[in-house]
């Protein structure tokens, strides 16, 4: 128990500092800042794949880039509306009803072949806008004229343009996200998606619908990532199709083993690991993704329970001493 | 010949070159899976490092054969110290700790391409010898260097289907394959076994990028394309299967080279359609064992 009362704590503290950023006048920053938290988000809602439900997907990108397409289409490809109101349902329905269809296929298959036919799926995504020019297909992506505007009536509710306004926008997104997750989490519904990730045999015999609870979660985790997607369009006036690579669905499956499974901190800690990592490679070695990779490997290795495991093991280790 | 038949034996002879070609990539994978229960998405790499062997040595050497003599040989000292050093204390872990090893391994291999080779899109020429083509009836011809491949991809699995049928490290490699416990306790040396299925899916998956270089470019992020497809091949066959990986291989062939021919807007998704398909009527491959 005290262990989790340390998470809360470290969560607080993480969120505070968040909080707190843009006042220490580093500008430069913020906008970097603010990637990372789109990327927590977007860490966390894989979270609810892998961490609590024992679902390796290695797609989650599709969806991350559902959300940022259907802004960039509507916006600017189509110039059907800019605004939050429209645009922000139209992108989460999208995700929900593309990953209910890809869900009903996916989920019939477990372990190897769910981690395998979840890149296939995401790749059939990744081809489409690559492809298709009806849906923005080319290889460069879209480059986006505005945020979204967020209005009642002709009353402009927040200024999206300006980038603190966007920078704390971002962060309560993910605020309310975890916080909806958590509640997810202590719903009946929730413990039973945690009792799947257990032993799915024995859900299955107790009477539970695994397939129905798991297909839901599969919806509510693309969901989030496609809420993800969004604000990375609407704050980087671009999409393009290395948003929805295997690359990408590889980067935030390597977040949540940096920071550790299971717990939202995790994908917060991971997603601020695997980009100051990524940018200290970038910035001293020409060579930055030999040096990744050597990292990865070494990870894997040597500590598989990720950052937010670590202070345990040192305990264990002193412990032992 | 009329021009239509003529046309489509030529689009079939592609699709067996192919579908060999898918094979023996997919075999690899899915013998490292069915053997040692590791997912291996480093794999399109070790194809794409056979592919950059053949490059590199047959520019030293001006000779190709000697390149995929050579490469082979190193392709699978790499494969068996990978396995040695790495892989081989993931035999226990998760499938998601296989899978972030081997990314850490794709990111490694793109670099040190990039460092050695570089980034430019390369190609080697077909051997004079085999630089010719078989006419078709009057107007059509076909290159014989695709039908070389075909034949030597069909020795490379009558060669495989021998060895672990009909020899004694066969009959270990399937003995782990169908319960390593039970056969380590018999007395089969069973990481020996791993490390030999693993170098051997190493040396098939960068044979594949060897003999296949002439006939199409050699260059970055060749890997990940084949990875995809043989991903796909690999779940069509069931995982662990050597001839659901054959047929699938031909499946997958079939569909996407007449596909591309007949219904060319939907060519690429041909494929994924077909998995779509198999998975709903077997989730676990067809030919699951």
Redesign the interface.
Same mark, same amino acid.
């Given at each position: 128990m005290v262990e989790s009362k340390n998470k809360y704590a470290l969560l607080a503290v993480m969120f505070i500092a968040l909080l707190l950023f843009p006042t220490l006048g580093l500008d430069f920053y913020n906008d970097m800042v603010s990637r990372i938290v789109i990327l927590a988000l977007f860490a966390v809602s894989l979270d609810l794949l892998v961490g609590y439900t024992g679902l390796i997907s290695f797609g989650h990108a599709a969806w991350f880039g559902v959300g940022a397409y259907a802004f960039a289409l509507l916006s600017t490809h189509y110039q059907v509306t800019d605004s939050f109101w429209i645009t922000l349902p139209v992108a989460l329905i999208a995700a929900a009803v593309l990953s209910f269809i890809v869900g009903l296929f996916v989920l019939r298959t477990k372990g190897i072949y769910f981690i395998m036919v979840t890149l296939a799926f995401a790749q059939v995504f990744y081809f489409l806008v690559h492809d298709v020019p009806a849906i923005g297909g080319s290889t460069d992506g879209l480059n986006l004229y505005a945020r979204p505007t967020l209005e009642i009536g002709n009353w402009v509710l927040l200024d999206l343009e300006n980038p603190l306004t966007m920078y704390y926008f971002i962060l309560a997104a993910l605020f309310f996200s975890v916080v909806l997750l958590w509640f997810f989490l202590r719903s009946p519904l929730g413990r039973a998606v945690q009792g799947i990730k257990i032993n799915e045999h024995r859900m299955l015999s107790i009477g539970f619908p695994v397939f129905r609870y798991k297909l839901i979660v599969f919806v509510i985790a693309s969901v989030f990532a496609s809420l993800a997607g969004y604000l990375f369009a609407a704050q980087s006036y671009g999409v393009n199709p290395e948003l929805l690579s295997w690359h990408k669905s590889a980067d935030v499956l390597l977040m949540l083993i940096f920071g550790g499974m299971g717990q939202f901190v995790g994908g917060m800690v991971g997603a601020f690991a695997f980009i100051l990592l990524k940018d200290v490679f970038m910035t001293y070695t020409d060579w930055w993704q030999l040096w990744l990779g050597i990292t990865i490997v070494l990870f894997v290795l040597f500590l598989p329970g990720g950052l937010a495991s670590l202070p345990s093991r040192l305990k264990a280790l002193v412990g032992k001493a | 010949m009329d021009i239509l038949l003529g046309s489509l034996l030529i689009q079939a002879l592609n699709a067996i070159q192919y579908g060999l070609l898918l094979f023996l990539i997919a075999s690899g994978l899915t013998l490292i899976?069915g053997v040692m229960g590791v997912?291996n998405i480093a794999h399109g790499s070790f194809y794409m490092m056979g592919a950059y062997f053949a490059f590199t040595i047959t520019g030293l050497t001006g000779n190709f054969f000697v390149a995929v003599l050579l490469g082979a040989i190193l392709s699978v000292i790499i494969g068996a110290l990978l396995e040695w050093a #790495?892989f081989k204390?993931?035999y226990k872990?998760?499938?998601?700790?296989q899978? !972030? &090893?081997s +990314? =850490? #391994? /794709?990111? *490694?291999f793109?670099? &040190?391409r990039? /460092?050695f080779v570089g980034d430019e899109v390369h190609s080697i020429d077909v051997p004079a010898w085999l630089n010719f083509s078989i006419p078709l009836g009057d107007i059509m011809s076909y290159p014989f260097y695709r039908l070389f491949m075909s034949g030597v991809c069909v020795l490379v699995a009558i060669g495989m289907y021998i060895l672990i049928n009909r020899t004694r490290i066969g009959s270990m490699i399937r003995a782990g394959a169908t319960n390593s416990g039970m056969a380590e306790v018999l007395g089969v040396n069973i990481s020996m076994v791993n490390r030999l299925v693993f170098s051997l899916g190493v040396g098939l998956a960068a044979f594949a990028g060897m003999i296949n270089a002439p006939a199409s470019a050699v260059a970055p992020g060749m890997g $990940?394309e084949v990875l *995809?497809v043989s991903?796909?091949v690999?779940?069509i066959g069931g /995982?662990g299967s050597v001839w659901g990986a054959l047929f699938a291989a031909m499946v997958i062939a079939f569909a996407d080279t007449f596909g591309s021919v007949f219904f060319p807007s939907v060519a =690429? $998704?041909l494929t +994924?359609i077909i $998995?779509?398909m198999v !998975?709903?009527w077997r989730?676990? =491959?067809i030919f699951k064992r």
């Open positions: - | 899976f997912i #790495l204390h993931l872990r998760d499938h998601l700790e899978v !972030l &090893l +990314y =850490g #391994l /794709i990111l *490694i793109e670099e &040190l990039s /460092i $990940m *995809i991903f796909v690999v779940v /995982i =690429g $998704m +994924y $998995m779509a !998975l709903l989730p676990e =491959g």
